[in-house]
Each structure stands twice: as structure tokens, then as C-alpha cells.
């Protein structure tokens, strides 16, 4: 089964929910009107009760879907300038922590010159993905296919006991100056749960490919995805019901 996949960078930065333009960076990074924050140095909440009265709250043990954290009181201290703000929910003493913002660049990040530096800048979330990534032309030949659309893709997953894997290939017609890759699927995998293999390949695809094109700044184009397993595209349908 083959997916015609428009190319669309996606932009590091918050997006209109109106017309998914950039908004832009936040007008005051360090606002007083924010009431949580995290410091991913320490792991730790801060929460304004108000102006210049901080307080903290450590993380506890890695149980759930959602971080978790105790409070621990006032602080003397503020909490560091690299901060990140937060979404919390409280419940008595225990705070969840539901989202998280990217922290706010002290300085502006310069543009990739190599496929590997595109790779680098990634968020650390998605390196698993492109844990291993090769070109011998920087991915140049491919992004010149994908602006004329006649890039193409395919993937394949591998799970044997609980350890997962993914291989992948992107090219032009011809596999001159193809890009490879494989990583390892985080886990450990369930016995028999080869569509998450399969899933992780087709991921890695998509976020090779936006690296090739922010690389070479590819701002439209198409690419043609070969999937070999298609109940794996079955739990990414719009109107797909989970078997409990």
C-alpha cells in the first residue's frame, strides 16, 4: 500500500489554532502571569503563588502516563531562568504534570549544514527515531526528488521476543544517493505486537524527511510511502475503534 504524503515542516515554534500560521516567540519569556514551570535540570515544579513567592514541588517515582509531584514547600530561592512552562492539575498534595513548553532559545539556533546536524537539532523525543541515519550527498538527491515529487519511501519492522526494530530507505526513481536508516523500537515490545515495528519505521521516514527538508530548505513537495503491513495504518485512522 502506497501514502501520498504532502511534505509539511513542522515548525518548533506555537502555531495559530485559527490558520496553523507561527505564531512567533513569546512576547515575555519569564511572564508573571504563568503559574507553573519546570526546571529539567532538577526535575522540579516551581509554582508562583505571586510575585517573588515561589513554590517547589519534587517528582516522584515514574508510575503513570502523567509525571507526578509532592510538594515540598516555599522556596528562598527562584527557580532557574532556563524554566519551561507548564500544565498541571493538583489533587491534595500530588500535582500531575499534563504538558509542557519548550523552553524558550537564549539565542537563535543557526541552520543545520549537515543531514547530521538536522538530525542533532531534533528534540531529544524523536532522536530514537533517526538513531541511525546515512547519505553519501546530504540527503541533496532526495530533497531535489521530494520538491518534485517523485521521492519514494519504504519501511520495515522486525520484532523478535520483546526487542523491536525498523529499517528504512528514501529515494528517487533510482537509488543513486538513496538515505538509509534503522533504529531501535523503545520498549520492550509485547510478544505479537509487530505494529509498533511497523509504525516506527513509517515514523522514521516522516521525521528523516523533515530534516532533509529544513537541511535544504524544501518548503512543498510530495513523497510516495510504501507500507507492507496495512493493518499497521489501521490505528492512525481518523475512524478507527480499538478491540478492548
Known amino acids: 500500500m502506497a501514502i501520498h504524503a ?43 503563588h505571586q510575585p517573588n513567592e515561589w513554590h517547589t514541588w519534587t517528582a516522584l ?38 504538558d509542557i513548553g519548550a523552553s ?3 539565542q537563535p539556533v543557526a541552520a543545520p549544514s549537515t543531514l547530521q546536524e538536522a ?26 526528488a521530494i520538491a518534485q515529487g517523485t521521492a519514494v519511501a519504504v519501511s520495515d519492522g522486525s520484532l523478535c521476543y520483546t526487542l523491536g526494530t525498523s529499517a528504512f530507505v528514501i529515494e528517487e526513481p533510482t537509488p543513486d544517493h538513496r538515505v ?18 511497523e509504525l516506527a519505521g513509517l515514523h522514521a521516514i516522516v521525521t528523516t524527511v523533515n530534516c532533509i527538508c529544513r537541511l535544504h ?4 513537495g510530495l513523497i510516495t510511502i510504501a507500507c507492507d503491513n496495512t493493518s499497521a495504518l489501521k490505528p492512525t485512522a481518523v475512524d478507527y475503534l480499538p478491540h478492548p
Open 180 to 197: 538509509l536508516g534503522c533504529n531501535r523500537v523503545p520498549g520492550p515490545v509485547e510478544e505479537g505486537d509487530s505494529h509498533r515495528c
Open 61 to 98: 517515582p515514574c508510575r503513570y502516563q502523567h509525571r507526578r509531584f509532592s510538594h515540598a514547600g516555599p522556596s528562598v530561592e527562584a527557580p532557574p531562568g532556563n524554566r519551561s512552562r507548564a500544565t498541571v492539575r493538583v489533587s491534595g498534595s500530588v500535582a500531575r504534570m499534563q
Open 6 to 48: 504532502p511534505v509539511s515542516l513542522h515548525p518548533p515554534w506555537p502555531l495559530s489554532p485559527s490558520t496553523g500560521f507561527p505564531l512567533g516567540d513569546w512576547l515575555a519569556p519569564l511572564d508573571a502571569h504563568w503559574i507553573w514551570w519546570h526546571d529539567p535540570t532538577t526535575d522540579t515544579l516551581w509554582e508562583n
Open 217 to 220: 530548505s524544501v518548503s512543498n
Open 119 to 144: 538530525v542533532l537539532a531534533l528534540p531529544p523525543t524523536c532522536l530514537w527515531a533517526v538513531q541511525h541515519v546515512q547519505s553519501d550527498d546530504q540527503g541533496l538527491t532526495v530533497a531535489h
Open 104 to 106: 524558550i532559545p537564549q
